[in-house]
């Protein structure tokens, strides 16, 4: 007789999955169950290059449910995994290009944030401020 695994709830997510027989991530905040789950969409992703187009959404996504806390590289990685996710959702930018959106939002925050028009501006600041401050700079 095989015992039957207890359901535990996502503390990121909060979805209620049996407990799977491997370690959850290493610093994002889930429970195993749902890692697995996780690992699994992306092994089908990744076997279906249709399925690939939509491949970064499906990660800011995940990340973005699943946070590590206050330290300041969990709050920036969060940070740029929302800024994807709004570009996706709220400017129709294609989520085939979030790799490189990734890439530039590392390297070059201000230059994307500069782009967007005189209304978003104010989210602009408030995400250029959140990103200066959780990386301290000045
Ligand atoms: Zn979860």
Redesign the pocket.
């Known amino acids: 007789m095989v015992a039957e695994k207890v359901a535990e709830q ?1 503390p ?2 909060g ?1 209620s999955l049996p407990a799977a027989d491997q370690p959850p991530h290493p610093y994002m905040t ?2 195993t169950g ?1 890692w697995a789950r996780y690992g699994e969409l992306l092994a089908v992703q990744y076997s279906d290059p249709q399925r690939m187009t939509f491949h970064q959404l499906v990660v800011d996504t995940y990340a973005a ?2 946070p590590d806390g206050a330290e300041p590289r969990a709050v920036q990685s969060v940070a740029i995994h929302l800024m994807t996710l709004y570009l996706f959702v709220e400017r129709d930018v294609n989520p085939a290009l979030g790799t490189r959106l990734h890439r530039r939002m590392v390297w070059g925050v201000s230059r994307i944030l500069d782009r967007f028009s005189v209304v978003d501006q104010a989210a602009a600041a408030a995400v250029r401020y959140s990103l200066r401050a959780s990386c301290g700079v000045r």
Do not use: N
């Open positions: 996502c990121g997510c979805v889930c429970s749902c449910q699943h």
